[in-house]
């Protein structure tokens, strides 16, 4: 052991100062300066320790020499410590500018969103202006007698403004809280890394603390450098500063995808946030009545209302996702079922068909137009060009309908207010084989084959061609909104998954939702999206409501 060597009251033990020597420390047991180290036994020891008690096969150097190499080892980490404290506050200050750039993009957001809420309720006040004024004008000419009758127009007038004033205040509200629930999540992971950053800085202080406490005395330097030399090489291969810089660079992505989005589906006005990837999660599960013995999922008609098709007997449901209540619209018969449908407004109901009884030069009753109540307004035909008895429709952002065959490369737009076919779009060197999805950009999204679908202009150009091996037999569905489209595929076995893919044929994020079908007889069926972002899936016994949320 090693101890201060002797004050100097002990002249007859005073010792000359050697360079970068403390002549302070001696031997404990000898009293004299410490002159050695020994390799063997890892401790300073002084000339008679060496003679007597640490020959060879001990290795010993000059401790002057070993206090200068473990000084220099010290300092040699020095600029390394000052480059990772440099990196660590650069990454601070990014840290810093994420978290303003994140607030001013969602600022933005809102801003957008507030402001075409504010032109809306505007917009609805006006129109309750308006139709005040024509009620008063109108009754002017005959007050007295249409007096109690204008008061009464009046008050549905003003109770009917006032519930669009609410719906409008109802969905602006909803999509400020959604935004803040994606702020609260930016938040909580920028606090988490400004911790973890300013931990790494701590310990890089402490680090340098400690080298500075031992430089001081020699016995600390040679006792303790080891364990600090480990310390440092322990926290500098941790790399901490890349690993935050990385999640910033994510945190930053994830939020500028965010965006609000608005359209009209169906000829509804709908709005949400969205643009993230975000994550998948099941949040209601509708039991399909055991009277539907082999459901068959057609379209949707409304944010809430799905149209299943009972496959052995071709009765058509309805079910509404909200109340959960399923109702029978329409007695099936053997010679046709139907194969989509979908909203033209609020009002009406659009359905494609196949047929086995149909006679004549044209399809006749292939298309259909229903109302709420699912009273037939009336049938659209359309020309005979060979192919199957199989008719697919959809609803354009102008509210026509596209009308096409199985086997045929026809497209046809139809105006659904008299039935006239306003335009005809030809595939080149494609058929149809299933479904038709109309984009909001104007273009057609065709099934081609059993897994490939072709994005096509108005005028037939080919645009995109989306296709992925595995899905094998799959159904396609778009988000009407974004334009987003999601494939529904069977993964193996029993299990289904949907994959996010962008209509330009960009596979955007595999298995968002994943689910097993059920032991019930049932039709493969596409995974439908609701105007407001849902999806709904089949799984036989079950219609699967899905919701994503926010996620970093």
């Known amino acids: 052991m090693a101890s201060k060597f002797p004050t100097k009251e002990d002249k007859d033990k005073q010792l000359r ?24 036994h890892k401790i300073p020891i002084c000339h008679k320790c060496a003679t007597k008690v640490h020959q060879k096969p001990c290795e010993l150097d000059d401790i002057e020499d070993v206090i200068i190499e473990r000084r220099g080892h010290l300092e040699e980490k020095q600029p390394l410590i000052e480059e990772t404290k440099l990196l660590l506050q650069k990454v601070q200050s990014k840290i810093n500018a994420v978290s303003s750039s994140s607030s001013m993009h969602l600022e933005t957001v809102n801003n957008k969103l507030q402001e075409t809420f504010k032109d809306k309720l505007k917009n609805v006040k006006e129109k309750e202006v308006n139709l005040i004024r024509v009620i008063n004008e109108e009754a002017d000419e005959e007050i007295r007698k249409i007096n109690e009758k204008r008061e009464k ?12 004033q609410t719906t409008i205040k109802e969905r602006e509200t909803r999509l400020l809280s959604d935004t803040k629930t994606i702020s609260d999540e930016i938040t909580k992971k920028i606090n988490e890394l400004t911790n973890k950053n300013q931990h790494a800085l701590n310990t890089m202080k402490n680090i340098e603390s400690t080298i500075t406490r031992i430089n001081q005395h020699d016995e600390t330097l040679v006792n303790e450098a080891p364990q600090v030399l480990a310390s440092i090489e322990e926290n500098l291969s941790l790399n901490f500063h890349q690993d935050v810089s990385g999640c910033l660079d994510r945190i930053q ?6 965006k609000f989005v608005e359209g009209e589906v169906g000829g509804e006005y709908c709005c949400r946030i969205d643009g993230y990837i975000g994550k998948w999660e099941l949040v209601k599960s509708i039991h399909i009545p055991s009277g539907v013995n082999k459901p068959w999922v057609r379209g949707l008609i409304s944010d809430d209302e799905i149209c299943v098709e009972d496959a052995k007997n071709h009765d058509m449901y309805v079910t509404n996702i909200n109340t959960q209540h399923t109702q029978k619209v329409i007695d099936g018969v053997s010679s046709m079922y139907f194969t989509s449908c979908a909203p033209i407004n609020s009002n009406v109901i659009v359905c494609g068909k196949w047929r086995c009884d149909w006679m004549g030069d044209g399809l006749d009753g292939f298309i259909t137009l229903y109302d709420r109540q699912w009273k037939m307004i009336r049938d659209i035909s359309i020309p005979l060009n060979g192919g199957g008895p199989r008719l697919y429709v959809d609803v354009d952002r102008d509210g026509m309908i596209l009308a096409a065959q199985y086997g045929q490369s026809t497209i046809y737009v139809i105006n659904p207010d008299d039935g006239k076919i306003v335009h005809t779009v030809t595939m080149q060197g494609e058929e149809v084989c299933g ?89 493969f069926s596409p995974c439908l999206v609701t105007p407001c972002g849902n999806h709904v899936v089949c799984d036989g016994d079950k219609l699967l409501l899905y919701k994503k949320t926010f996620i970093l």
């Open 17 to 40: 100062t050697r360079k970068g020597h403390d002549m302070t420390w001696s031997c404990d047991k000898h009293g004299e300066p410490i002159t050695f180290f020994c390799k063997q």
């Open 153 to 164: 127009r009046i008050k549905d007038c003003n109770i009917d403004i006032e519930k669009e």
């Open 253 to 258: 992505s994830e939020v500028e995808r965010v």
């Open 435 to 523: 479904n038709i999805q109309a984009l909001s950009s104007g273009d057609i999204v065709v099934n081609t084959d059993y897994n490939k679908y072709t994005a096509i202009s108005r005028s037939g150009e080919e645009k995109a061609v989306i296709h992925c091996d595995e899905w094998g037999e799959s159904k396609c569905r778009v988000d009407k909104l974004t334009d987003t489209l999601f494939i529904t595929y069977r993964v193996a076995g029993k299990t289904y998954a949907v994959d996010q893919v962008s209509r330009d044929g960009i596979i955007q994020a595999r298995g968002i939702v994943e689910y097993l079908e059920s032991d019930r007889p049932f039709y």
